[in-house]
């Protein structure tokens, strides 16, 4: 068995990125993580700093139509997209590589992903669902918000080498090539949305059960996370291996997420430690200088086509008020 992992983020995000791998390397001091940057290297990253982790720049992955892509899809989108691309990338230059892995650079460490290998015994692609209880309503977020976003977080997912997941790999890749924009509106959230239909259309996936993988301000209230013997546990029955701390900055600590507004720190003790460890660390891998990174990938223009396209929206309509008008 062959294993890499990987990431994708803009420069903005390489502190996070730098803390995830890290702590993904302590507790797998045998598995590879290579970081997919959307952005460009410049003099200011040192990539020594991220050893033994490998940088790897999106536009050197052989993207057919890159630039045109630039054109499209603004620095987010991008990301998005190069999840799929990354992913296919890394699976056809390691022609022996068995099983990869996905993390966002926001995730963060506490076990070994053994726990994610059984998973691949039996199946071919994991994806893991934002809950499996109902949220009740008042507070953020919602169900009604997951029908928006999607039932599944594209933070994590896990492949094992097959037939199936090398189909799942490409048609995700062509979906976002043309439907990976952010635009609630048109039935689209860049590559989240896309993963609604995998367990219809793919043989061999999971949703992963484990209460204890991507736990994140999302499924707060179906897991209870709590301290016993020095390891995390969640619901005293999983071990926690990883959390995903969306949403989180370390200029405001006490907040779990910009994203929601059910729960507060100071009403979990447990949790408020595994924040501040987090903030710290981030801080340590030099947060406030990676996040006032300008992308290179961002230019003005996607401004100026917003507003070009709204102008539109708003000539066509007030052609058509006129026509109605004039009947």
């Known amino acids: 068995m062959t294993q890499l992992a990987f990431t994708v983020c803009t420069n903005s995000h390489l502190a996070k990125a730098k803390s995830m791998a890290d702590s993904l390397r302590a507790f797998n001091p045998d598995l590879q993580l290579i970081i ?152 689209m959230f860049v590559d989240q949305l896309w993963l609604n239909f995998v367990p219809l259309l793919f043989k061999n996936v999971l949703i992963d059960p484990h209460l204890g993988h991507n736990v994140g301000y999302w499924n707060m209230h179906e897991r209870t996370i709590a301290q016993t013997n020095g390891q995390y546990v969640v619901n005293e029955t999983w071990p926690l291996v990883f959390f995903h701390f969306s949403g989180f900055s370390p200029s405001k600590p006490h907040q779990i997420s910009v994203h929601q507004d059910r729960y507060n720190l100071l009403d979990f003790p447990v949790l408020a430690g595994i924040f501040d460890a987090y903030g710290k660390s981030l801080l340590a891998n030099n947060h406030a200088h990676y996040q006032s990174m300008p992308n290179a990938y961002f230019k003005p223009r996607f401004i100026v086509q917003k507003l070009s396209g709204l102008r539109k929206k708003l000539l066509i309509a007030t052609r058509k008020l006129t026509r109605l008008l004039e009947s």
């Open 36 to 187: 997919g940057v959307v952005d460009e290297l410049t003099s200011a990253i040192d990539s020594a700093f991220f050893a033994p982790h490998t940088l790897l720049e999106i536009k050197n992955i052989g993207i057919p139509d890159f630039e045109k892509l630039l054109k499209q899809y603004n620095p987010f989108e991008l990301s998005c997209l190069g999840k799929p691309c990354f992913a296919d990338f890394l699976l056809q230059t390691n022609p022996d590589l068995t099983h990869l892995y996905y993390f966002d650079a926001d995730v963060y460490f506490y076990d070994n992903i053994s726990s994610i290998e059984v998973l691949l015994d039996h199946h071919d692609i994991v994806i893991t669902a934002h809950s499996f209880v109902d949220l009740p309503n008042g507070g953020l977020p919602t169900m009604r918000g997951f029908l928006n976003s999607g039932l599944y977080n594209s933070g994590f997912f896990a492949l094992k080498r097959s037939t199936e997941s090398l189909k799942f790999v490409e048609w995700w890749k062509n979906r976002l090539r043309t439907e990976g924009y952010f635009n609630f509106a048109e039935g």
